[in-house]
């Protein structure tokens, strides 16, 4: 249970986000937490709302991505937005299943330069805590893979990642498989994430095409399949996602049909495709950036908290 | 009876893991020290955990794929009354079955120095042997040996060391006394207050 100071920290970190976005004429909308569609990707569960009275098939939303991009393409303007969201059975000391995300889209302008626009606010932020962080670090993803294995992205697999676990006496879970892009998470949680220095924003970017959730791909200067996504850390802590965000109706209904078919080979339910979505990226979504940002754990950061539940009102076992 | 209900093996998914649960692991039964949730960014989800092998006490981390399952190890803790050592072996029985238990040294480990006669521990059992004895959270023990007291010397919070008939040594405030009978948290190995 947050302290009172922590409840006014996390108003005062509000209202500057607020005057952040007002200052830049980026326009708050509220969208609707229910939704008939839901997210795809296999790693994130959505919730199903329930109703004793009235027939539903309904989720909670994950992320409010899909109806903030049916603004963008409808109005082609800058929005943001502070939503509640849900992720199922992710619990421990940065998760909590309901949490409130700060999502902005950016239009005309791509992930790199929405990149340098999360550094100021974030700096802007923590000066309003009496913080001064480090000057930012740029990581490209493959070359942190390439630097800890020692062998180039293309013959990189499961077994090259195993046997650098073995290697350093670090527990290896049989159960990755061959699943490369949990690997590569495993391998940089373990051996790069301490490396970060504390109080310093690191951006994590161009992530394997693999990951490339709903960014942009394309093949880097090295021939090395990457997708436009970044990843902010402050100090050890996962803060935001961002994407150059992808604009293409038919990849994007590949991608959520590739997850569903993913979902299944997990014995997971397939998920309902967000078909409002694709009919507005179908009349066109104009080129544009976005990212989330986890505002509990960017208040942690700002006060020192060491578990999600010393910010939050009450975690999910007080709710 | 007993036999074929331990046989019934439980798995546990990996959002089931918490500190204490007994776990099964390369063929030796483990229990959870600590648990962590990593998930970094939108990836794959992983139950980080320290376990602690329950034969040898030895302490690793091991990393499970979010969702792995695991089996549940036949391990049960039990209340018994200790009954005496024969100095190879410390004997336990079950207050209600009568049924007697001998533990040897692995699995007694440093609570001998707080098994005092008829106290009730924790026996942890697998495949019903003794596997690890935790002593009461606190015992009274008589003080056998320990320099002459400083009498109204409370203030000073000085202490002295204090043996006791198990071979345990405390720490004790200067105005206690041999022979007197004292409180101690078995899980510190600190003096808690005299008893009178």
Same mark, same amino acid.
């Given at each position: 249970?947050?302290?009172?100071? =922590? *409840?006014?920290?996390?108003?005062?970190?509000?209202? !500057?986000? $607020?005057?952040? #976005?007002? %200052?830049?004429?980026? /326009?708050?909308?509220?969208?609707?937490?229910?939704?008939?569609?839901?997210?795809?990707?296999?790693?994130?569960?959505?919730?199903?709302?329930?109703?004793?009275?009235?027939?539903?098939?309904?989720?909670?939303?994950?992320?409010?991505?899909?109806?903030?991009?049916?603004?963008?393409?409808?109005?082609?303007?800058?929005?943001?937005?502070?939503?509640?969201?849900?992720?199922?059975?992710?619990?421990?000391?940065?998760?909590?299943?309901?949490? =409130? *995300?700060?999502?902005?889209?950016?239009?005309?302008? !791509?992930? $790199?330069?929405? #990149?340098? %626009?999360?550094?100021? /606010?974030?700096?802007?932020?923590?000066?309003?805590?009496?913080?001064?962080?480090?000057?930012?670090?740029?990581?490209?993803?493959?070359?942190?893979?390439?630097?800890?294995?020692?062998?180039?992205?293309?013959?990189?697999?499961?077994?090259?990642?195993?046997?650098?676990?073995?290697?350093?006496?670090?527990?290896?879970?049989?159960?990755?498989?061959?699943?490369?892009?949990?690997?590569?998470?495993?391998?940089?949680?373990?051996?790069?994430?301490?490396?970060?220095?504390?109080?310093?924003?690191?951006?994590?970017?161009?992530?394997?095409?693999?990951?490339?959730?709903?960014?942009?791909?394309?093949?880097?200067?090295?021939?090395?399949?990457?997708?436009?996504?970044?990843?902010?850390?402050?100090?050890?802590?996962?803060?935001?996602?961002?994407?150059?965000?992808?604009?293409?109706?038919?990849?994007?209904?590949?991608?959520?049909?590739?997850?569903?078919?993913?979902?299944?080979?997990?014995?997971?339910?397939?998920?309902?495709?967000?078909?409002?979505?694709?009919?507005?990226?179908?009349?066109?979504?104009?080129?544009?950036?976005?990212?989330?940002?986890?505002?509990?754990?960017?208040?942690?950061?700002?006060?020192?908290?060491?578990?999600?539940?010393?910010?939050?009102?009450?975690?999910?076992?007080?709710? | 009876?007993?036999?074929?209900?331990?046989?019934?093996?439980?798995?546990?998914?990996?959002?089931?893991?918490?500190?204490?649960?007994?776990?099964?692991?390369?063929?030796?039964?483990?229990?959870?020290?600590?648990?962590?949730?990593?998930?970094?960014?939108?990836?794959?989800?992983?139950?980080?955990?320290?376990?602690?092998?329950?034969?040898?006490?030895?302490?690793?981390?091991?990393?499970?794929?979010?969702?792995?399952?695991?089996?549940?190890?036949?391990?049960?803790?039990?209340?018994?009354?200790?009954?005496?050592?024969?100095?190879?072996?410390?004997?336990?029985?079950?207050?209600?079955?009568?049924?007697?238990?001998?533990?040897?040294?692995?699995?007694?480990?440093?609570?001998?120095?707080?098994?005092?006669?008829?106290?009730?521990?924790?026996?942890?059992?697998?495949?019903?042997?003794?596997?690890?004895?935790?002593?009461?959270?606190?015992?009274?023990?008589?003080?056998?040996?320990?320099?002459?007291?400083?009498?109204?010397?409370?203030?000073?919070?000085?202490?002295?060391?204090?043996?006791?008939?198990?071979?345990?040594?405390?720490?004790?405030?200067?105005?206690?006394?041999?022979?007197?009978?004292?409180?101690?948290?078995?899980?510190?190995?600190?003096?808690?207050?005299?008893?009178?």
């Amino acid at each position: 249970m947050a302290t009172v100071e =922590t *409840l006014q920290h996390g108003a005062q970190l509000r209202t !500057d986000v $607020r005057h952040w #976005m007002v %200052e830049r004429n980026i /326009l708050e909308v509220i969208t609707p937490v229910l939704s008939s569609a839901a997210v795809t990707d296999p790693q994130i569960e959505s919730f199903r709302a329930e109703s004793g009275a009235v027939s539903t098939n309904a989720f909670l939303q994950t992320s409010p991505e899909f109806p903030m991009k049916r603004l963008l393409a409808a109005y082609g303007r800058d929005v943001y937005q502070l939503a509640p969201v849900f992720r199922a059975g992710e619990s421990g000391r940065y998760h909590n299943p309901e949490f =409130t *995300l700060l999502e902005w889209y950016r239009v005309g302008i !791509d992930h $790199r330069q929405l #990149m340098t %626009e999360i550094g100021q /606010l974030f700096h802007s932020v923590a000066v309003s805590f009496d913080l001064q962080w480090q000057a930012d670090e740029h990581a490209v993803y493959w070359d942190v893979v390439e630097s800890f294995l020692e062998i180039p992205a293309s013959s990189i697999d499961t077994r090259s990642v195993a046997r650098y676990f073995a290697d350093h006496e670090r527990s290896w879970p049989q159960a990755i498989d061959d699943d490369l892009d949990a690997a590569l998470d495993l391998l940089l949680d373990e051996f790069w994430l301490p490396t970060l220095p504390n109080e310093r924003l690191t951006f994590l970017v161009d992530y394997p095409a693999s990951q490339a959730a709903l960014a942009r791909k394309r093949v880097d200067a090295r021939g090395r399949a990457v997708a436009d996504r970044f990843e902010v850390y402050v100090g050890k802590v996962e803060l935001a996602n961002g994407f150059f965000e992808l604009t293409d109706a038919e990849e994007q209904l590949a991608r959520f049909e590739a997850d569903n078919r993913q979902r299944q080979r997990n014995q997971q339910h397939p998920m309902p495709i967000d078909r409002r979505l694709l009919a507005a990226l179908e009349h066109g979504l104009p080129a544009c950036a976005g990212v989330a940002v986890g505002m509990e754990r960017l208040l942690m950061v700002l006060t020192g908290a060491s578990h999600i539940n010393e910010v939050l009102a009450f975690d999910i076992s007080r709710g | 009876m007993q036999a074929s209900l331990s046989n019934i093996m439980a798995n546990y998914g990996t959002n089931e893991f918490k500190g204490g649960l007994k776990i099964m692991l390369d063929g030796d039964p483990h229990s959870i020290v600590s648990n962590e949730f990593v998930k970094p960014g939108k990836g794959q989800a992983f139950a980080r955990t320290r376990v602690r092998n329950l034969k040898t006490g030895r302490v690793v981390e091991r990393t499970f794929k979010s969702g792995e399952s695991v089996e549940s190890a036949d391990v049960m803790d039990t209340e018994m009354q200790y009954l005496y050592s024969d100095g190879e072996h410390w004997h336990f029985m079950n207050p209600s079955s009568f049924e007697q238990l001998a533990a040897d040294k692995t699995a007694v480990g440093d609570a001998h120095l707080w098994l005092m006669d008829e106290a009730i521990c924790e026996v942890t059992l697998y495949n019903g042997q003794p596997l690890a004895v935790t002593p009461p959270n606190f015992v009274e023990m008589v003080i056998t040996e320990t320099d002459p007291g400083l009498r109204g010397d409370t203030a000073t919070g000085g202490t002295k060391p204090a043996y006791l008939g198990t071979g345990a040594v405390v720490k004790v405030p200067l105005f206690i006394e041999e022979g007197e009978k004292i409180r101690i948290d078995t899980r510190s190995g600190e003096y808690v207050s005299r008893v009178k």
